[in-house]
């Protein structure tokens, strides 16, 4: 494995802010961004069989099954642009998830570098979701704390903003819900492995990056020593 190969994951519950951190973590280092929901949702519009099998699960607030996840992010992993390095966003989000992320970066013989869990209160991410707004090529604004130039339009590309199906009051608790079932074991799980990394997703965005930074630096550091 290359010494300066960066491995990361994103973890945290929804709404934490691991996609505005993983938009400024790409422009500091060349990394393939495989972010399993964005993954979900585009083979949803594109009708795949794939989407299809994971629409009611995602409409609902639910995880899509183990294998149908584990499946496609382990391949995208492993594709051209993710040899020097990637970051995780949405997986894993179960033990066996995690479980066969470990395997087959085993197999691989690479290994993550970094598990950063951005945290933050379950009362702050309802706030927080419920004025999330993305536009059609998934950029993401915040009807308070985030807006764009122009009420409901994407400053970018100019497409109207639109609530995500699951970003809406009761998905949102039950996606919480999921995430202290189903995922927030892995808090424990990469602890006991010495990866994991925490930082306090309340605090803003910049605030976080620099954080984050700060932490890779030393890692990277450690690495050269
Ligand atoms: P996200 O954009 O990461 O919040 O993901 C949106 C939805 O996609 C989730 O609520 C799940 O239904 C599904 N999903 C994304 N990643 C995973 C995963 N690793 N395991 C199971 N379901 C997932």
Do not use: W
């Not at 594709?79 to 970051?87: H, I, K, P």
């Not at 197999?107 to 993305?134: F, H, K, N, P, Q």
């Not at 919480?176 to 010495?194: F, M, W």
């Amino acid at each position: 494995m290359s010494p300066l190969e960066l491995n990361l994951i994103l973890l945290g519950p929804p709404g934490a802010g691991k996609g505005t951190q993983a938009e400024r973590l790409r422009e500091d280092f060349p990394l393939a961004y495989v972010a399993t929901g964005d993954m979900l949702r585009e083979a949803r519009n594109q009708g795949t069989e794939l989407g299809l099998k994971a629409q009611e699960f995602m409409d609902r607030g639910d995880l899509v099954p183990d294998e149908v996840v584990i499946g496609i992010a382990l391949e995208r992993i492993q594709a051209d642009d993710a040899r020097d390095g990637f970051l995780l966003d949405g997986f894993p989000r179960t033990v066996p998830q995690a479980d066969a992320l470990d395997a087959a970066m085993a197999d691989l013989g690479r290994r993550i570098t970094a598990v950063l869990l951005v945290d933050v209160a379950d009362e702050e991410i309802v706030r927080r979701i419920s004025g999330r707004r993305v536009s059609k090529a998934g950029r993401t604004y915040h009807v308070d704390y985030d807006p764009p130039k122009h009420a409901g339009r994407c400053d970018v590309d100019g497409t109207q903003l639109v609530q995500r199906e699951d970003d809406k009051p009761d998905v949102v608790l039950a996606r919480l819900r999921k995430y202290h079932e189903a995922t927030s074991p892995l808090i424990d799980y990469y602890e006991r492995q010495g990866l994991l990394r925490r930082f306090d997703g309340s605090r803003s965005p910049v605030e976080v990056h620099d954080h984050i930074r700060a932490t890779l630096a030393t890692l990277r550091l450690e690495d050269e020593l």
